[in-house]
């Protein structure tokens, strides 16, 4: 039951997004203040990573509350978490080397990491912003795995197929200036070159 299902989900997400969702990072000038953030790729969802002031890159991610934080992998959470009725999360971990892309690609072990140069401000709001969510989702509820060290609150949105850890992604990209094109309902992202 349980490969009938993802065949089904990835199946349906293969039909609706078509090809890969591209990102193109924002123009900056020569002389801007700018920071490296990161999109790793873990196989079916990505997450974001966000450099700190203390050279940490909190990386981030959302999902599906009890599909991702819980891990309940079961028909029912499956077909309940791309529904219009699942709980969202939001998750972070804290991860090295923020000025070193390679030991962060390392430290992540993903599929694929990128790398993409934003402005410093921008990148400083989003993480400011992602901040408040977190302490939001506290009174909510929380969750900790170790495996991977990632923690997690309840979110404010609903999950569902389109609002997907992916599809957040491409959110987050955008606020950062990115811009973002096609259907991000898989991690089948492509980082392309701005043309000058």
Not at 98 to 127: C, H, K, M, Q, S
Not at 161 to 175: E, H, P, V
Request: overall charge negative; aromatic content about 10%; proline content about 5%.
């Amino acid at each position: 039951m349980r490969w009938m299902l993802t065949v089904f989900v990835h199946g349906t997400a293969v039909l609706l997004c078509g090809c890969a969702w591209t990102i193109v990072p924002p123009p900056l000038p020569d002389d801007a203040a700018s920071e490296t953030v990161y999109v790793t790729d873990y196989g079916r969802h990505a997450r974001l990573g966000l450099p700190a002031d203390d050279h940490t890159v909190w990386e981030w991610g959302f999902g599906d509350w009890d599909y991702y934080a819980l891990e309940d992998r079961g028909a029912w959470s499956s077909l309940r978490a791309i529904s219009f009725f699942g709980r969202s999360t939001l998750a972070r971990r804290p991860l090295p080397s923020a000025d070193d892309p390679e030991a962060f690609r390392a430290a992540a072990g993903g599929v694929r990491t990128v790398a993409i140069e934003i402005g410093r401000e921008d990148a400083a709001n989003l993480l400011a912003e992602l901040e408040a969510q977190w302490h939001r989702g506290l009174e909510r509820g929380e969750a900790h795995r170790g495996h991977d060290n990632l923690s997690f609150v309840l979110a404010e949105e609903r999950y569902h197929l389109f609002r997907n850890s992916n599809a957040k992604i491409a959110t987050w990209l955008r606020a950062l200036g990115c811009e973002v094109s096609g259907t991000p309902v898989l991690s089948n992202f492509r980082l392309h070159k701005r043309e000058e």
